[in-house]
Antibody
Framework: QVQLQESGPGLVKPSGTLSLTCAVS?????????WSWVRQSPGKGLEWIGE???????NYSPSLKSRVTMSVDKSKNQFFLKVRSVTAADTAVYFC??????????????WGQGTLVTVSS | QSALTQPASVSGSPGQSITISCTGT?????????VSWYQHHPGKAPKLMIY???KRPSGVSDRFSASKSGNTASLTISGLQAEDEADYYC??????????FGGGTKVTVL
């Protein structure tokens, strides 16, 4: 049973860069799955941020594409999220998840517990 | 892209059936059979309940079923139980290798 765990700073200053890590255990990040990031702003619904394959191929949400970068470290079985130029609107619980499909943008069948990131000075 | 439209809340008594709608457009829900549904108890990891429109992952109760008509997908929970009280989100492939979530529906068991 694959498990995912998010980690990273809980507080980021406005205009700074939000950086998160998702550690994958119980399975390999080089399996035939894509790996996603999803966020939930306070009192709001889920928002898909994007996904990455272990080859480094990525797909991003059009609304965040200009500020988001995802990467992967196969040796550590981890993948990463960076969001630049953050504002208070980026305050959210950030989840990492596994897409069950080898082609991506399908269904997310394993999720981390989420980590709260607050953007504030 | 605007979020898929879901009712803010749906409620029912134990044993009853409830249906949650998820309305999109002909660019997402209407054209692709790739709607998934997630159950989310706040503070916990979301759980996949339905994928590819109507399929249940192993371990998900058959009290959960889904369908689609035109641009609207629906999730039905039969035999409502207290443990079903949670937030539910639909999600659809939206073209261009992107996913789009709904705004979420809070299910209350009366």
């Amino acid at each position: 049973q694959v498990q995912l765990q998010e980690s990273g700073p809980g507080l980021v200053k406005p205009s700074g860069t939000l950086s998160l890590t998702c550690a994958v255990s119980g399975g390999s990040i080089t399996s035939s799955n894509w790996w996603s990031w999803v966020r939930q702003s306070p009192g709001k619904g889920l928002e898909w941020i994007g996904e990455i394959y272990h080859t480094g191929n990525t797909n991003y949400s059009p609304s965040l594409k200009s500020r988001v970068t995802m990467s992967v470290d196969k040796s550590k079985n981890q993948f990463f999220l960076k969001v630049r130029s953050v504002t208070a609107a980026d305050t959210a619980v950030y989840f990492c998840a596994r897409d069950q499909s080898g082609t991506g943008t399908s269904a997310l069948d394993s999720w981390g517990q989420g980590t709260l990131v607050t953007v504030s000075s | 892209q605007s979020a898929l439209t879901q009712p803010a809340s749906v409620s029912g008594s134990p044993g009853q059936s409830i249906t949650i709608s998820c309305t999109g457009t002909s660019n997402n829900v209407g054209i692709y059979n790739l709607v998934s549904w997630y159950q989310h108890h706040p503070g916990k990891a979301p759980k996949l309940m339905i994928y590819e429109g109507t399929k249940r992952p192993s371990g998900v109760s058959d009290r959960f079923s889904a369908s689609k008509s035109g641009n609207t997908a629906s999730l039905t929970i039969s035999g409502l139980q207290a443990e079903d009280e949670a937030d539910y989100y639909c999600c659809s492939y939206a073209g261009g290798s992107t996913l789009l979530f709904g705004g979420g529906t809070k299910v209350t068991v009366l």
